[in-house]
């Protein structure tokens, strides 16, 4: 698989939060604001492909093979080391993005998305390179995806919305369009490999 595929894969086809919905905690809870959303985006980006990396060479020379058993367990190790890390780097450098970002920040340590990419890298046997790309991509799609989400939800705010659809409802709706407009890419992406 090329660099460009997993790329092209990972931000558009199978965004992990519009195509494999992982992530929605994150997308649904700090997507109310564009800069709190990318402030979110970045974070997950840097765990994410750090995590990729860290992941994938702990599970090349220390868990294959007679330690994969182990797996699930040394990832969520790693990310949430990575996660406390990034934590403090915010909070010296951004304490208003910290407080923007409230527990959703620590709530990255159990996002989804950063696990998966972690996993399917293994899965689809990426090698080093790979598996950076996947989880840098993987990143880019996460925050593409949320500041879309935010865009429209800071356009929702000034509306007349019918009361019953106010809040999460509309939201849901939104999320699900976007959902559906995602997946129009992977028509291009089928005309792009032929």
Do not use: H, W
């Not at 519009?18 to 970045?42: H, N």
């Not at 790693?78 to 010296?92: D, G, N, R, Y």
């Not at 407080?99 to 998966?116: E, H, K, M």
Request: glycine letters at 8%; one cysteine or more.
């Amino acid at each position: 698989m090329t660099y460009v595929t997993i790329i092209l894969t990972n931000i558009l086809i199978s965004n992990f939060i519009l195509s494999r919905f992982l992530g929605i905690c994150p997308f649904l809870g700090v997507s109310k604001q564009v800069e709190t959303a990318l402030g979110m985006g970045l974070a997950v980006t840097f765990v994410t492909t750090v995590a990729s990396a860290a992941t994938y060479l702990i599970q090349r020379f220390i868990l294959y093979p007679n330690l994969e058993y182990l797996q699930t367990v040394t990832f969520i190790l790693v990310i949430a080391a990575l996660v406390q890390f990034v934590e403090m780097v915010i909070l010296k450098s951004s304490p208003t993005l910290y407080q923007a970002l409230g527990v959703y920040l620590p709530l990255i340590t159990t996002n989804c998305v950063i696990l998966g990419v972690a996993v399917i890298n293994v899965q689809e046997s990426y090698n080093f390179g790979e598996s950076v790309v996947s989880g840098l991509s993987a990143g880019i799609g996460f925050t593409l995806a949320i500041l879309l989400f935010a865009g429209i939800r800071e356009r929702l705010e000034l509306i007349d919305i019918p009361e019953s659809l106010e809040g999460f409802p509309i939201a849901l709706i939104s999320a699900g369009l976007m959902s559906i407009a995602f997946f129009g890419f992977q028509g291009l992406f089928d005309a792009f490999l032929s």
